[in-house]
């Protein structure tokens, strides 16, 4: 019965996305989305509750045992982050739904729904694989639904943003299938339970070059600065609800690979100076990049790729204190990015315009939209009562803790970035919702999709979706506390796998 | 251990130079045939890395012969299929970017160009016109 519950995340999806291709009528693919993703909440949050009190939930796909089958393995932080992922697909699901109604438009639902379905299985399959190759096919699951709902209804621009998105991470997934390719040669296994051991027996040379392949395959998925160039170039492109949903998951996919696989494939006990560096490279120049920034979508953009370092940061200090501190930064920055792309598409919408100097001459869009983008900045920049604050805490301990220079160095970086966030965000908002002086009425540049209020239905379907990303965000702060102590265990579980190795293996030879 | 055949060696590593050299121009199709050298590249080093070739697929239980390793043939056969499938996915992208600007060159960022300029604008023009690229599809057909 586990078993099924297991598998449930990867095949409903799937199913839908099947089904969703026999071109139903638009209102039936949309309830069918909306239920399937629902039913993925569901079985992700009972799949959490049971990998919490009865360890990790496997599947060994067709019966065959570990080193043979695919097996799907549900441990506390697969399943955490499977359950908050689908919460917040939903939630942007719901978003692009109600856009679809404001605009009206036809065409590209039939292909935006099993597209977006199959993203979703992608994100699902690669939370779930216990082993390296399953991984790869889950990545390109995931980026290939990407690479169409990128270039969706394009026109030149978006083209040219797809092109370099697609051919980045296609270039990255061939390194990733290289990678194991050698891995298996090496080692003969590519089930991640038994390629700890093996890995630790192969000489230091063959193995510090196979993680540094595997750090930059990962790299640039997750992208980490310097692989980071292709993300601010792409993502600020695509409309509202797919930024949305690539912001909040994709690097975030690349995120837990690199903390499934370092955990288990290459575990050491000091301190990972080269990580570290990346880390603090990567939170500098990100939001520095965001710093220059003229168009909102790209202010973002930028600053996801500085909170890209933060996540690092835990796993370059590689103890439980800092692993904890990464998976509640991952948690909260999954809900938070999201709601601010899906703020940030309801202001473009309201304004006409993503360039904040255009903006500053408009009428602000109104206090409700005003809430819904301030909340999610104030939380990233880590204002204290809202989640990015309890995350960015949990890391800061993690380094006094250590006290290491490198510790040391990463928290200060760490601040610093924060600070520049709190300006990068105020000027954005500064630019978008304050109200200006009266002068001469600009007339603004472009309307296409009307204010809003034609078609109001939908209109207030996409409020009421970006409001629910910020609940769940403000949510993650209040239930800080259990989820700390859930984010620990599961951290605990990762530097300590034996449990994870004996579960997955358990019925085969070693 | 198994040894590698240098023949092999050389075949995957000419593969993905000229793979990696291909994706390094300008040009959308040579892209595309750089991904799919470097796709072949891939694939064969997988096949290598099931070991020695020309071992049977089965054996009777009699015979003591090692047969081949069936699971880096099957890892194969499916990126196979996946870099079939995004192969054509890039062509049709390649063929769409060529229909839309007249050309199948890979373009600088615009917003990178107009980043530069931003104070410029601010105080001057404050609608500036996105008049690049104005090439009508198929003009250097």
Same mark, same amino acid.
């Given at each position: 019965m586990t078993g099924v519950l297991t598998a449930l995340p990867v095949l409903l999806p799937a199913l839908g996305a099947g089904t969703s291709l026999l071109r139903p009528p638009r209102s039936v693919m949309r309830g069918l989305s909306i239920g399937v993703l629902t039913g993925v909440v569901v079985c992700g949050a009972a799949l959490l509750v049971l990998a919490d009190q009865r360890g990790p939930q496997v599947l060994h796909v067709g019966g065959w045992p570990a080193p043979l089958g695919v097996t799907l393995v549900a441990d506390r932080l697969a399943a955490l982050l499977l359950t908050v992922s689908a919460l917040v697909a939903l939630a942007v699901l719901v978003f692009a739904v109600g856009q679809g109604t404001a605009e009206g438009r036809g065409n590209s639902a039939a292909v935006f729904h099993p597209a977006y379905l199959v993203l979703v299985t992608g994100v699902g399959l690669a939370f779930l694989t216990g082993d390296l190759f399953n991984l790869f096919v889950a990545f390109e699951v995931m980026l290939a639904a990407s690479y169409v709902l990128i270039t969706l209804d394009a026109d030149e621009n978006r083209v040219r943003a797809g092109m370099t998105y697609t051919i980045v991470s296609l270039t990255s997934?061939? #390194?990733?299938l290289s990678l194991v390719a050698l891995v298996y040669a090496a080692t003969g296994t590519v089930t991640l339970a038994q390629l700890g051991p093996r890995l630790a027996e192969l000489p230091d040379g063959l193995r510090s070059g196979l993680a540094l392949l595997l750090l930059a395959v990962l790299g640039i998925k997750a992208s980490i600065v310097p692989l980071h160039f292709w993300l601010p170039d792409s993502y600020p492109t695509a409309p509202a609800p797919i930024t949305a949903v690539f912001a909040a998951l994709l690097t975030k996919v690349g995120v837990y690979a690199l903390l499934r696989t370092q955990t288990l494939l290459f575990p050491r006990s000091d301190v990972w100076t080269l990580l570290a560096c990346a880390a603090i490279?990567? @939170? +500098? +120049? !990100?939001? #520095? /990049?965001?710093? =220059?920034?003229d168009d909102l979508n790209r202010v973002l953009s930028f600053a996801l790729v500085s909170h890209i370092g933060f996540m690092l940061f835990g796993i370059a200090l590689f103890d439980v204190q800092g692993l904890t501190g990464t998976i509640l930064y991952v948690v909260h920055h999954i809900v938070v990015q999201a709601a601010l792309f899906l703020a940030a598409g309801l202001v473009v919408r309201r304004t006409g315009t993503a360039s904040l100097h255009r903006m500053a001459a408009l009428p602000p869009p109104g206090p409700l939209i005003a809430t819904l983008f301030v909340v999610p900045a104030l939380s990233l920049s880590g204002i204290p009562p809202l989640s990015g604050f309890v995350a960015k805490l949990a890391l800061l301990r993690a380094a006094a803790a250590q006290g290491t220079t490198a510790a040391y160095a990463l928290a200060a970086a760490a601040l610093f970035t924060s600070l520049l966030t709190l300006s990068t965000m105020a000027r954005a908002g500064m630019a978008a919702f304050m109200e200006r002086a009266p002068g001469p009425a600009e007339p603004s540049p472009k309307r296409p999709h009307g204010t809003g209020r034609v078609r109001s /239905? !939908? @209109?207030? #379907? @996409?409020?009421?979706?970006a409001a629910g990303t910020t609940a769940t965000g403000v949510a993650v702060a209040v239930c800080a506390g259990p989820l +700390? /102590?859930? =984010? !620990?265990r599961a951290a605990e579980d990762l530097l300590h796998p034996r449990e994870y190795r004996s579960v997955v293996l358990e019925g085969s030879e070693r | 251990m198994n040894t590698v055949d240098v023949t092999m060696a050389v075949v995957v590593g000419a593969l993905f130079a000229a793979g990696f050299y291909l994706m390094l121009q300008r040009s959308l199709m040579r892209i595309v045939l750089g991904f799919v050298l470097l796709g072949h590249g891939t694939n064969l080093l997988l #096949?290598?890395?099931g070991g020695t070739p020309g071992r049977p697929p089965l054996v009777d239980g009699k015979s003591d012969a090692r047969i081949a390793d069936p699971l880096p043939q099957a890892m194969a056969l499916t990126a196979i299929v996946i870099t079939f499938g995004l192969t054509a996915f890039l062509a049709a992208l390649a063929y769409r970017s060529w229909r839309l600007s007249g050309h199948d060159e890979v373009h600088d960022d615009v917003e990178d160009r107009r980043i530069g300029t931003v104070r410029e604008r601010t105080e001057t023009d404050p609608a500036p016109g996105r008049d690049e690229d104005n090439a009508v599809p198929g003009e250097d057909r």
């Open positions: 997934s061939l #390194l990733f490279v990567t @939170m +500098v +120049v !990100g939001i #520095l /990049g965001a710093l =220059a920034q /239905g !939908g @209109m207030r #379907l @996409m409020l009421a979706a +700390v /102590g859930l =984010a !620990g | #096949l290598t890395a």
